[in-house]
């Protein structure tokens, strides 16, 4: 799964190294959960490449109840084309999900040590996802969003079983515009000697806990 994180690359940056036509403003944060208003890249219906924000947690545009948002943060990528929650948006609705780095969590006996995953390169990553829009009681557009899984690399499977789909730089564009048959390869983990990981400070697990020191590595004593 991926349940936490960051972005502290500014908009100038993201609008440079996605080639962005639009981008909203947003200010840096190192631990970003769900349930709140992240950075997504998608297509507008001009066909231009746009950064909006959106609210982490899938509500599919059928649902009864936005409330099936806080459940749907993540989608399994072996299973997302089919699952009625999500085929519709891998379908016609993929977008790309902007972070420096993100958390997991790794079990170490009854306790859970959280690492901080990003590329070697430093650059900020894309994550596929999805989205949605929800129409609310008053008239007004819920716009949703929610992280694609896979399984791990070799990089990861120490840490956890699941890492978000990562999508290289050169598959962007098919990401949010090839049909869904044309980018199924890409729901995989990604290249193993891309990233790196370290352990840090438990205080990521507190949300409200959110400055640069929550990435900094740490020493692991036994």
């Not at 948002?69 to 990528?77: E, H, I, Y």
């Not at 790794?106 to 596929?128: C, D, T, V």
């Not at 120490?158 to 730089?169: E, G, L, Q, T």
Request: glycine share 8%; with cysteine; aromatic share 8%.
């Amino acid at each position: 799964m991926c349940g936490r994180f960051v972005l502290n690359a500014p908009p100038s940056e993201l609008i440079t190294r996605f080639k962005l036509d639009e981008c909203a403003d947003f200010g840096a944060h190192y631990n970003i959960p769900p349930g709140t208003d992240i950075p997504v890249i998608r297509h507008s219906p001009e066909g231009k490449r746009v950064l909006h924000l959106l609210r982490w947690g899938l509500v599919p545009h059928r649902a009864k109840d936005p409330g099936i948002g806080a459940k749907l943060n993540n989608a399994r990528g072996e299973s997302v084309a089919e699952k009625p929650s999500f085929r519709d948006a891998f379908k016609r609705r993929r977008c790309l999900i902007p972070a420096n780095g993100f958390y997991e969590w790794k079990a170490e006996g009854k306790a859970k040590q959280p690492y901080y995953i990003s590329l070697k390169s430093g650059e900020p990553l894309a994550m596929g996802g999805l989205w949605e829009s929800w129409k609310m009681p008053d008239g007004n557009i819920l716009r949703t969003t929610c992280i694609i899984t896979t399984g791990p690399n070799a990089v990861m499977a120490p840490i956890h079983d699941r890492m978000p789909v990562i999508v290289a730089p050169e598959h962007w564009q098919d990401w949010l515009s090839a049909p869904a048959e044309a980018i199924a390869a890409r729901v995989a983990p990604c290249a193993a000697e891309d990233l790196q990981a370290w352990p840090v400070s438990r205080r990521v697990s507190k949300t409200a806990d959110d400055d640069a020191g929550l990435i900094d590595p740490i020493e692991i004593t036994a």
